[in-house]
């Protein structure tokens, strides 16, 4: 599976961010505080429905966001492109 972008929406620092990968490695790097671990909890949120760092949902929705939104593009051996969204929504899921 290769990631190809990510999108994220209201997700922790990321008010509205898209980040685009290279195809074989991949930095991530920036100063404290700047959202770089946030797209690996994204990408996370993605494979398996939930978060590394916490329990709750809530805790990866942006401060004073109604919901948060992780939208990316893949591809794979079998399929030449994929696309997965994850939304999260207080009180709905």
Same mark, same amino acid.
């Given at each position: 599976? @290769?990631?190809? &972008? @990510?999108?994220?929406?209201? *997700? +922790?620092?990321?008010? &509205?961010? +898209?980040?685009? *990968?290279?195809?074989? @490695?991949?930095?991530?790097?920036?100063?404290?505080?700047?959202?770089?671990?946030?797209?690996?909890?994204?990408?996370? /949120?993605? $494979?398996l429905?939930k978060? *590394?760092?916490?329990?709750? &949902?809530a /805790?990866?929705l942006? +401060?004073? #966001?109604? /919901?948060? !939104?992780?939208?990316?593009?893949l591809? #794979?051996t079998?399929?030449?492109s994929?696309?997965?969204?994850? $939304? /999260? @929504?207080?009180? !709905?899921?």
């Amino acid at each position: 599976m @290769v990631i190809h &972008d @990510v999108h994220l929406v209201s *997700f +922790r620092a990321h008010a &509205d961010s +898209r980040v685009t *990968f290279a195809p074989v @490695v991949n930095l991530i790097h920036g100063p404290n505080g700047a959202g770089k671990t946030n797209i690996l909890e994204a990408i996370h /949120y993605l $494979a398996l429905a939930k978060s *590394f760092l916490v329990s709750n &949902d809530a /805790y990866a929705l942006r +401060r004073g #966001s109604p /919901y948060f !939104e992780v939208h990316a593009t893949l591809s #794979s051996t079998q399929r030449a492109s994929l696309s997965a969204r994850l $939304a /999260y @929504v207080p009180k !709905e899921g």
